[in-house]
């Protein structure tokens, strides 16, 4: 599986946007690259899934770039109830485990 | 969206008992659901793979006889903490795919143990 890393922790301001960048430099050909988002003591939230280019949903925007080797989560104008642990997961299939690495611990203040 | 669920949320036991956690999977049929526990402050580590119909995987350090699973139909996995310890208190969470690549995660359970 592939190994990820992440930035241990971010500050932001409300309204800001703000970026995850994840490198993932052992990705293989059939992974995928999932974010989730973790509020403390509850279970991870899916946020969004992307294989190449971009992929934005309502809530955010995953960019990769060609190579794969790492991906940007981008959340536009955050609130204070984006304060939570940022997940970046890289895996083949969800029928496969995920193995999780130490996250991003995003704290946006007013 | 799919949906996968836990009960119960919250578990207090006295230590050496036994505590059943349930997860299951409320809109769709998963024929694998997988188990993690979560200590304070950090990441979700892999303790098994729960098969329908057969044995779970376990990872490398994870006791099999201490944390029994049973996936006895489509819907639900059990995981069962035996004999608790204190050292056992933790969020345990499990996760379910109703299709290739998108993971759903129960809200977890926390055990406590006295």
């Known amino acids: 599986l592939a190994k990820t890393t992440q930035p241990i922790s971010m500050d932001s301001y409300e309204g800001q946007e703000v970026n995850i960048t994840c490198s993932h430099n052992?990705?293989?050909?059939?992974?995928?690259i999932t974010w989730y988002q973790q509020f403390p003591s509850q279970g991870p939230r899916f946020i969004i899934q992307?294989?190449?280019t971009k992929v934005t949903n309502e809530v955010a925007s995953l960019f990769i770039p060609a190579d794969r080797k790492s991906s940007t989560l981008s959340l536009p104008r955050v609130s204070l109830s984006d304060t939570a642990v940022y997940y970046c997961?890289?895996?083949?299939?969800?029928?496969?485990?995920?193995?999780f690495g130490s996250g991003t611990r995003l704290q946006v203040q007013p | 969206g799919a949906v996968v669920s836990q009960h119960p949320s919250r578990v207090i036991c006295k230590s050496g008992t036994s505590v059943k956690i349930e997860c299951r999977s409320l809109?769709?049929?998963?024929?694998?659901m997988f188990w993690y526990r979560q200590f304070p402050k950090k990441s979700l580590m892999l303790m098994a793979t729960?098969?329908?119909?057969?044995?779970?995987?376990?990872e490398q350090g994870v006791e099999k006889d201490k944390f029994l699973i049973n996936h006895a139909s489509l819907t639900l996995s059990t995981l069962t903490v035996t004999s608790a310890h204190p050292e056992d208190s933790s969020f345990y969470i499990c996760?379910?795919?109703?299709?290739?690549?998108?993971?759903?995660f129960g809200e977890g359970s926390r055990l406590t143990v006295l």
């Open positions: 996760s379910a795919s109703p299709r290739d690549g998108e993971l759903f």
């Open positions: 052992n990705i293989a050909t059939n992974d995928y």
């Open positions: 992307g294989y190449k």
């Open positions: 997961l890289v895996g083949d299939t969800g029928r496969r485990a995920l193995t």
């Open positions: 809109d769709f049929q998963a024929t694998t």
């Open positions: 729960s098969n329908e119909g057969s044995k779970a995987t376990y």
